[in-house]
């Protein structure tokens, strides 16, 4: 994985602690490191979190006389024998008491820094860093890449052709580059492609590209910049265009915009930007399949969607490390990820479970009491249970209050622009979720493997190796994103059927393609921004293109989600639903009937992130922050 900035404008930017020297083949000026000292400087202050301010720890300190005024608020609201005058009155007192404690000043997105962004884009590869510049068609190129070493040979960043200058984030799982680095097979099929057009040489060979991917590319006799992300948007691309200028940046800042799942190349004499897709989602078929056919093909398809992308990891050096881990609710989606990856791994392997839950101060509730922890507690055993070969962990991640008021801003600045309420509640959940934090972090591994469940939770510490102040060593995390969006998992889709049409599984398919087409602006880009500013990689198996296209044109709509008539208490007919229904049956078929039935819980609720300062209980998801 790497971290990726390119900017063209019409001056220089000196970027601060960095000493550029001219190129051996003085064309360019560089410097370049993979002194960790150095390094650690950059990472040090992009992921820099201030103290609590004076506020924070009033609010802090105060938090039982929060929780009085609420609950004063919440009964004064309701009482029915105080007229409406006289309740306003109250009401605003308490809600001005309430104000005088625990509201927070608003706090601004800082603006643009370069040298800033450059610090952020270190976070995502610590293990060596470039920075590069050059002169081209009257433009200064300015080129910054961190870059965390996942696979070998080591190939260093910006990569300079004959013709081409690139940077590229992700990993391939083309069968050309499976044992050699991706970076340098793209290179050698940019020249390999060479035609009469340039733009369609770069286009072809970014067709031909399986994976997961950001990208810049500069065409050095042309003078353009062609940057972009995989057709689903797996990779995290940003950018600024102003006044003669334009940034591409893996992270984001006062400014930016998402990078659409497409191609853009920037003309460097023109300043104009056009737009290319690369692939379009396929058409959905009529088919007749059997529910049998389907239920093969879909544990055959999947399993190696998961098996590519285990195989792709450098193994680490001391073999009790964990290479990977799983993003791990313990739900249905990522349970037959990780059911998947111990069918893949080798045996005394060790595979890291995360479950992250948090100190909930307006409800009172404990991350060790979140509905995620339980249900993750659940799927571990039994995991352990089908695989006592593999070593797995149950990482539990508690996160109190006042780590969530110290890091909220950091994860806000990490996921913009994206800016609502929900957006900080699912983000703030995967921010701690994937990082390096042992005072917020322990493991569990299963000790004796001949109890059964009711058993182990009469006495869970009799049973379990407990370790305090763990810091996973998986750089690898994978994620059962993108499940809910092929196999209709959310509320939203069963509410297509709350009037039965003909139509209902045609509106079925629509909205799950439009799903597909939007998640690198809803979820992707988002979640990658804020989990791999902890050097951490993501790998999406639901996400594989292949898979896509195979479940869009082949899994029939009543597959994903199937319905029965019944009766409700009065009499009257009502439908029965079951979102994901073929996954659900999967996992019937892999002996995980324990969590074939579970409900969809989306994670800022099964973590317990949503909604944590008091006096918010009637904020709304989509409000601006």
């Known amino acids: 994985m790497c971290g990726i900035l390119l900017r063209v404008a019409n001056s220089f930017i000196t970027p601060r602690d960095i000493n550029l020297t001219e190129n051996k083949k003085g064309f360019c000026f560089e410097w370049d490191t993979k002194d960790p000292q150095v390094i650690e400087k950059f990472l040090q202050e992009g992921a820099h979190v201030g103290e609590l301010t004076q506020q924070q720890q009033t609010k802090l300190d105060n938090l039982d006389v929060l929780r009085s005024l609420v609950g004063q608020l919440g009964k004064i609201k309701n009482n029915v024998k105080i007229s409406a005058s006289e309740k306003v009155q109250q009401v605003s007192a308490i809600q001005c008491r309430i104000d005088a404690i625990g509201k927070e000043d608003e706090t601004p997105m800082r603006e643009f820094d370069f040298d800033r962004l450059i610090c952020a884009v270190a976070n995502r590869g610590p293990n060596y860093l470039n920075c590069t510049q050059f002169e081209r068609g009257g433009k200064k190129i300015q080129l910054f890449t961190s870059i965390l070493s996942l696979r070998q040979p080591f190939t260093k960043q910006p990569v300079f052709g004959d013709e081409f200058v690139l940077q590229f984030n992700g990993e391939l799982y083309n069968q050309a580059c499976l044992d050699g680095n991706d970076t340098s097979l793209i290179m050698d099929m940019l020249h390999s492609n060479l035609g009469a057009s340039r733009c369609e040489t770069i286009m072809t060979t970014l067709r031909q590209l399986n994976g997961e991917w950001a990208i810049t590319i500069i065409d050095l006799l042309e003078n353009k910049v062609y940057f972009g992300r995989d057709s689903i948007g797996k990779r995290s691309l940003c950018y600024k265009k102003i006044n003669g200028e334009i940034i591409v940046s893996s992270n984001s800042a006062v400014g930016f915009q998402e990078c659409r799942n497409e191609i853009y190349v920037y003309d460097m004499g023109t300043d104009d930007i056009e737009t290319y897709k690369i692939h379009e989602l396929p058409t959905s078929l009529t088919t007749t399949a059997s529910e049998e056919i389907v239920l093969h093909e879909l544990y055959t398809r999947l399993l190696e969607a998961t098996r590519i992308r285990h195989d792709t990891i450098h193994p680490l050096k001391n073999p009790n490390d964990s290479s990977l881990a799983v993003l791990f609710s313990g739900g249905l989606d990522c349970t037959i990820i990780a059911r998947f990856l111990c069918e893949v791994t080798k045996d005394k392997s060790s595979i890291d479970l995360l479950t992250v839950g948090f100190e909930n101060p307006r409800t009172g509730q404990t991350p060790e009491s979140s509905p995620d922890r339980k249900l993750a507690t659940k799927s571990w055993f039994h995991l352990c249970k089908m695989f006592p070969d593999l070593k797995l962990n149950l990482v539990e991640i508690n996160v109190d209050y006042k780590h969530w008021l110290r890091h909220k801003y950091r994860v806000r600045e990490l996921m913009y622009p994206c800016n609502t309420e929900m957006d900080l509640s699912i983000a703030i959940a995967f921010y701690f979720a994937s990082s390096t934090m042992p005072q917020l972090t322990s493991m569990k591994a299963l000790r004796n493997y001949d109890i059964d469940w009711d058993t182990y939770t009469q006495n869970p510490e009799a049973y379990t190796h407990h370790i305090l102040y763990y810091t996973s060593s998986a750089r690898v995390l994978f994620s059962g994103l993108g499940a809910d969006e092929l196999f209709a998992g959310y509320s939203r889709h069963e509410g297509l059927f709350n009037t039965i049409t003909s139509k209902n599984y045609h509106e079925l398919e629509e909205s799950l393609n439009h799903d597909i087409r939007v998640i690198h602006e809803r979820n992707l ?73 579970e409900s969809k819980r989306a994670i800022q609720f099964g973590a317990k992130s949503a909604k944590l300062e008091l006096g918010q209980s009637k904020a709304k998801g989509t409000d601006s922050l």
């Open 525 to 597: 880009g988002r979640d990658d921004r804020v989990m791999s500013c902890w050097g951490k990689e993501l790998r999406y198996p639901y996400l594989d293109e292949d898979f896509i296209n195979w479940v869009i044109s082949s899994v029939p709509p009543q597959f994903k989600f199937k319905y029965e008539i019944g009766m409700n208490k009065r009499g009257n007919e009502k439908i029965i639903p079951t979102r994901k229904y073929i996954l659900r049956q999967l996992a019937e078929q892999l002996g995980m009937s324990w969590v074939s039935q």
